[in-house]
């Protein structure tokens, strides 16, 4: 099918009174149409940051990012104008990410305004917020009403649908159900996965909830301080997980079968600093299996196995871990 999105050493950072804030350090990856990548870690790790940067909410520190094999790193106002009818973004706030005095209908229409789609033919423009408010499961009797009047679950299927407006190649996903109840949840992430494979769309989805990002993703990269510290196919990851970091998080997913236990790898240890890193892996003073190298010099990512990613000093020790 071929990439849709390569990510080139990425970078974020931000001022602060005390130096330079590494939101995002160094992130490489590639993303094929069609295909779903999971971003996991803990708050501030800089998943949101990495999510912002790719859509240009937020402008890079440094690095590339190449979009259907353009580099779209540094666009003009106009570029990005365009750039935003193939890239869109769903927000982890259902109720703040929309205009409180706007109905549906005008938080659907307002990018198709903007774009100019249809040429501004306003009959045809308001026969394509019909469509999408069907395919994402809003009543047409909703059309008027305002965010306050409708619960999580349909306000996030207005973000969704606002998102789908401008016939978008690819979407970046927030935390798009965190603030929903698990009944919920699992109601949107199947429009998602429904509406993906009708439209043949990529995703970015970004979450802390490994439960989750196993359910819609077709890969999986763990991020930790900024930094990417292990990537590979979703179902692998499970199997087979190298990280410490990685093991860590999965020790912690709740088991639903009676009597099944797992045993809790609880860290320790104080969290690095992101402003001004030290040399070394940022993980290392929260890592049990931490040597003398890990603070040292940090780790490159490397491949160990066929789409299997890691940044360890300890990679070549990875065994199979049944979770």
Do not use: W
Not at 84 to 107: A, H
Not at 207 to 234: F, Q, R, W
């Amino acid at each position: 099918m071929g990439a849709l999105l390569e990510i080139k050493d990425l970078k974020k950072y931000f001022k602060t009174p005390r130096g330079l804030l590494h939101a995002v350090d160094g992130i490489n990856f590639t993303l094929d149409r069609g295909k779903t990548l999971g971003v996991v870690g803990e708050s501030g790790c800089g998943k949101s940051t990495l999510g912002r940067l790719i859509v240009h909410l937020i402008e890079p520190t440094g690095g590339r990012i190449f979009f259907e094999g353009r580099d779209c790193t540094d666009l003009s106002r106009q570029a990005l104008l365009e750039s935003r009818r193939k890239m869109q973004m769903i927000f982890q706030d259902p109720f703040s990410s929309l205009n409180p005095r706007m109905t549906v209908k005008e938080t659907i229409l307002e990018p198709m305004i903007i774009h100019g789609m249809f040429g501004g033919n306003q009959s045809e423009q308001a026969l394509r917020v019909r469509e999408i408010m069907d395919a994402v499961g809003l009543a047409e009797n909703l059309a008027d009403s305002y965010p306050h009047e409708l619960d999580g679950g349909r306000r996030q299927r207005i973000g969704i649908a606002r998102a789908l407006a401008l016939e978008p190649k690819f979407i970046v996903c927030d935390e798009p159900v965190s603030a929903l109840d698990v009944s919920i949840q699992a109601q949107i992430l199947n429009l998602m996965q429904d509406i993906q494979n009708e439209r043949g769309l990529t995703y970015i989805f970004i979450t802390h909830d490994l439960s989750v990002v196993k359910h819609i993703s077709d890969d999986i990269c763990v991020m930790y301080l900024g930094n990417m510290v292990e990537k590979c196919p979703a179902g692998e990851i499970f199997k087979t997980h190298c990280h410490p970091y990685t093991r860590a998080l999965l020790s912690a997913i709740p088991i639903a079968k009676a009597g099944a236990r797992r045993e809790r790898i609880l860290l320790k240890g104080e969290i690095s600093s992101p402003i001004e890193p030290k040399p070394g892996c940022r993980f290392a003073p929260r890592c049990l299996e931490a040597r003398q190298d890990c603070s040292e010099t940090q780790p490159d990512l490397m491949e160990i196995s066929p789409g299997h990613m890691v940044a360890c000093h300890l990679y070549s020790k990875c065994k199979s871990n049944k979770t």
